[in-house]
């Protein structure tokens, strides 16, 4: 196989005008006579399935939650990028293009991420219009904010919601589509395949999870948006109902599984307190404009952190990197935090965990001024700590929170099964081996409202409306399939519970697959996971029945698929013998400790293709080629 | 810290329900309420009875999913806090805790703790929404909003549509919901054009929806885990009065 990213040929911006004069349209009135499915009402989903169904076409919407409002993009606090350059302060599509292109080592494709840049101020337009109640200045103007990995302020933002404010904006579009009869909801439904006749994406099929009834819908083309597989960890800052299973099943079916091994961790999350711990609860990235990271300089130091004195401090970050300083992207914070603790610096109970420290913000801009801009995440930690983050610093640790791999698309968002478009966190196109902060919002709503809608419609004018109908064949097979998984887990009746699988699997891949990897560790992993998931088709304990509401059997599936996608992304990881962005393999690091990326050999997208169970997956690559902008090594300093 | 539970269950709508008692035993302070309720589930598991059954998701109080009724409130005895977020530091060894679903006429039971709040989406659907098309929008700066109103409008759009307004008024009405979303898109000039329809309509759908009216008792501002003032629904009258009178 080789994999065509189909990217318009001629100069990089004016690739996505090129691709929209050569696509195929669908007149108006013949779009009502296709139906798409989109699965997943968070950003991505919800946008993209308002567009489409505002355009003219039959959606069916589905989400697992019990209304389309609940997606996880509602918990992104921080903000969302967009190269308006309304502070006048340099910012210009191509360097919101380069910024994250750089943020994400070398390792995306220059076509999309450009195109990203480019959509990127009518996002904001769109929300605006929506009504969503985005920060602005005393004249009444849009505000901005700065964020990790920029050295220019494109953050719009809505106090510390602002993945809730724009996604109730597209839940309101996308409400008003359902009133308008072209978009079908169905809430509290999960996709437990893919079904594709002839190759080609024809529909899913799905378990209600209120009357656990398996069924089917054909459709004419399929768009997932299901978001990222974090959870793979167990403890992670996603929603405790994200999963990777519409992903893993429809690769399954044969979609590419691009650079699994790409996964963020963030570096400021409330730290673990205990085994009971079912989430992880993230501190936005802007705290980090305000607050100064460090730890003490010498080991075991166990003093109040306000009796430490200044001299007997290590601000690590700014030490480092005194350029960007407390605004080192991600990937280069997190390990730094990681290393520190490592030395046995770091504060608080289990010494995992490094101060975030507000008060020389407070002392410069006043309480009152500090509160206005983050209020909501201060009353956040004090409910989850007890502490007062005003008067002492808080205690930040890394945590797993998103994933820059996923299903393989081309430059319109197609995976390698015809029909099957893939959008938001769920894809693997735009960041690389590392997202930017404020990247993903831009990301899910450029897919959903600007993007998609005009590459299914050339999709579509190929095909027949309706030629496939959920009494096919494969639709009976898919069924046939679904129940007897389901059957099978429930005729188990082991000793042990799904969540306790769930969390050995987490501990396992937070250790050997986490945020430094080494082929020891990784080889470790590849013997440990399919052990893990030997035991636990013979010893999970899922109680009740299919035929009903069962949280239990709906977590038994997802584990079950992150138990076999752990393996694919410890495979990915082992094979790729280069640290790049949030990859970090011990083997590879600079002098001074930083990723080091080998482009002669790892400059491409390593997309997996499934062969079968127990079989190795077979690796093919699509070359990354840099023609504006020259590869180099990252720099904060 | 050992506490004892009385959880209501019910397998499914036509089910009578009832409370049954449950020993929570080792809960520790960190624990979030719905992770000492994981922590009841994976013992009843183990005994092959079947767990509790509750909604959740985001676990960091913005979802708005995981309502329920702790000890008759909404959301629970903390202040502005979602029931993911209240933390069992705010109980002592030996409690009782009576663990309740959302009860309203709007809200049929699915399954124990679990309630079916479509119909919060069905005012929604109704009009909380601005009919702004996909593209050919204008620059988000040519439209210049007062920075109170655009404040105003955010504490309206902060609610997270859990529902626990609705359990708390004696009448069953969702008017804080539907006024915060009324409050919302009527402080914003993008907002204004619909605004007499949006307000008619939606408060038609939530009466249509099985919701009662506002009596001005006032315990959903009490119960709103995001601290939605009822001042909204002085606005929302305004707003309806206005559109009656046009």
Redesign the interface.
């Known amino acids: 196989m080789t994999l065509d990213g189909k990217i318009p040929s001629g100069p990089l911006h004016e690739k996505w005008n090129k691709r929209k004069q050569e696509m195929k349209l669908v007149s108006p009135a013949n779009k009502r006579k296709f139906r798409i499915i989109v699965v997943g009402t968070g950003l991505a989903g919800a946008?993209a399935a308002?567009?489409l169904g505002?355009l003219g076409y039959n959606v069916d919407a589905f989400c697992f939650?019990?209304?389309?409002?609940?997606g996880?993009s509602?918990?992104a606090q921080g903000g969302i990028n967009a190269a308006?350059n309304?502070p006048n302060d340099g910012d210009s599509i191509e360097r919101l293009f380069m910024d994250t292109i750089k943020g994400g080592d070398f390792r995306a494709r220059e076509a999309n991420v450009y195109r990203l840049a480019s959509v990127s101020?009518?996002i904001?337009?769109?929300?605006?219009?929506?009504?969503v109640?985005?920060?602005?200045?005393?004249?009444?103007?849009?505000d901005n904010r700065s964020f990790g990995g920029a050295q220019v302020s494109r953050t719009f933002y809505?106090?510390g919601?602002t993945g809730?404010?724009l996604l109730?904006g597209a839940?309101?579009?996308l409400?008003?589509q359902?009133?308008a009869g072209s978009v079908r909801?169905h809430?509290r439904t999960e996709m437990l395949d893919l079904v594709t006749v002839n190759g080609e994406a024809k529909g899913i099929t799905v378990r209600d999870l209120?009357s656990g009834e398996v069924s089917s819908y054909a459709a004419d083309a399929v768009c997932l948006a299901t978001g990222g597989y974090a959870n793979v960890f167990n403890l992670s800052?996603n929603?405790?109902?994200s999963n990777v299973t519409a992903a893993y099943r429809a690769y399954k079916k044969g979609a590419l599984f691009a650079n699994p091994c790409f996964t963020q961790i963030h570096p400021t999350c409330i730290p673990v307190?205990?085994d009971?711990?079912?989430?992880l609860?993230?501190m936005s990235e802007s705290l980090r404009n305000d607050g100064r990271v460090w730890v003490p300089k010498t080991k075991d130091d166990n003093r109040a952190p306000g009796a430490i004195p200044e001299a007997e401090r290590d601000y690590f970050l700014e030490r480092k990197y005194p350029a960007f300083g407390n605004l080192a992207p991600r990937d280069i914070a997190s390990r730094a935090a990681k290393e520190v603790c490592d030395e046995g610096r770091g504060v608080g109970p289990g010494g995992r965990g490094v101060y975030l420290d507000f008060a020389d913000a407070i002392g410069r801009l006043g309480e009152d001024t500090i509160r206005e801009r983050y209020g909501n995440l201060f009353?956040?930690y004090e409910?989850?700590t007890?502490e007062n983050a005003y008067r002492r610093p808080m205690r930040i640790y890394p945590a797993p929170h998103y994933t820059m791999g996923g299903l393989w698309v081309d430059y319109n968002l197609e995976s390698t099964i015809p029909g099957l478009f893939v959008l938001g966190e769920a894809n693997f196109s735009d960041h690389g081996a590392n997202r930017l902060g404020a990247s993903a919002l831009m990301q899910g709503l450029a897919d959903g409202?600007?993007i998609v809608?005009y590459t299914i419609a050339n999709y579509l004018a190929r095909t027949t409306p309706g030629a496939v109908t959920a009494d096919h064949a494969e639709f009976l097979k898919s069924r046939e399939d679904v129940a007897c998984m389901t059957s099978k887990l429930l005729a188990i009746d082991g000793?042990r519970?799904v969540?306790?699988f769930h969390r050995e699997l987490g501990r396992l891949m937070w250790e050997n697959v986490g945020m430094a990897r080494s082929e020891t560790s990784l080889k470790s992993a590849l013997s440990l996971i399919p052990r893990l998931r030997a035991e636990f088709w013979e010893n999970v304990?899922v109680?009740?029945t299919g035929t009903?509401?069962n949280?239990?059997l709906e977590k038994a599936g997802r584990v079950a698929d992150f138990l076999e996608f752990g393996e694919l992304m410890a495979a990915d990881a082992l094979h790729r013998n280069e640290s790049c962005g949030g990859h970090f393999r011990v083997e590879h690091e600079m002098p001074d400790g930083e990723a080091k990326r080998d482009d002669e050999n790892f400059c491409y997208v390593a997309a997996w293709e499934y062969k079968g169970a127990d079989k190795a997956p077979e690796l093919h690559k699509e070359p990354l080629t840099f023609e504006s902008i020259k590869l180099a090594v990252r720099n904060y300093k | 810290m050992n506490l004892t539970l009385y959880v209501w269950r019910q397998?499914?709508p036509n089910d009578a329900g009832k409370l049954v008692r449950y020993e929570a035993k080792d809960i520790?302070p960190?624990?979030?309420f719905?992770?000492m309720l994981?922590?009841v589930n994976?013992d009843?598991?183990?005994k092959?009875?079947?767990?509790i059954?509750f909604?959740?998701?985001?676990?960091?109080?913005?979802?708005?999913?995981c309502a329920q009724v702790v000890n008759g409130i909404p959301q629970g005895p903390?202040k502005?806090?979602t029931i993911c977020?209240?933390?069992m530091?705010h109980f002592r060894n030996g409690d009782t805790i009576y663990i309740e679903p959302l009860r309203a006429r709007a809200f049929p039971v699915?399954?124990d703790l679990?309630v079916?709040?479509?119909s919060?989406?069905k005012i929604?659907?109704?009009g909380?929404?601005?009919?702004?098309?996909?593209?050919g929008?204008?620059?988000?700066?040519t439209?210049?909003?007062?920075?109170d109103d655009?404040?105003k409008?955010?504490d309206a759009?902060?609610c997270?549509?859990c529902g626990a307004c609705v359990a708390a008024c004696p009448n069953g009405s969702a008017m804080l919901f539907t006024a915060a979303k009324v409050t919302?898109?009527a402080a914003?000039p993008?907002?204004r054009t619909e605004a007499a329809r949006r307000v008619c309509a939606m408060t038609e759908e939530m009466l249509s929806q099985g919701f009662g009216n506002c009596g001005n008792h006032y315990e959903c501002q009490a119960a709103c885990p995001k601290g939605i003032k009822v001042q909204f629904i002085a606005k929302l009258n305004r707003e309806f009065i206005k559109a009656k009178l046009k």
């Open positions: 946008s308002a567009t505002e939650q019990d209304t389309p409002r609940r996880h509602i918990a308006k309304y101020g009518s904001i337009d769109q929300a605006v219009a929506q009504g109640p985005f920060a602005r200045d005393y004249a009444g103007y849009l809505a106090r919601q809730q404010q109730l839940y309101g579009s409400m008003r359902v009133k909801l809430p209120v800052t929603a405790t109902g307190t205990g009971h711990q079912s989430k609860t993230l009353d956040m409910q989850i007890a409202y600007f809608s000793k519970t969540n306790d304990k109680t009740g009903e509401l949280q239990q | 397998k499914g520790t960190d624990m979030s719905l992770e994981d922590t994976e009843l598991i183990k092959g009875d079947d767990p059954a909604d959740h998701d985001c676990r960091e109080g913005i979802c708005g999913m903390q502005k806090t977020q209240l933390h530091r699915i399954r679990v079916d709040r479509g919060l989406d929604i659907q109704s909380g929404y601005i009919s702004a098309h996909t593209g929008v204008p620059d988000g700066n439209i210049l909003i007062p920075k655009a404040d409008a955010m759009a902060e997270i549509g919302q898109l914003l993008q907002g």
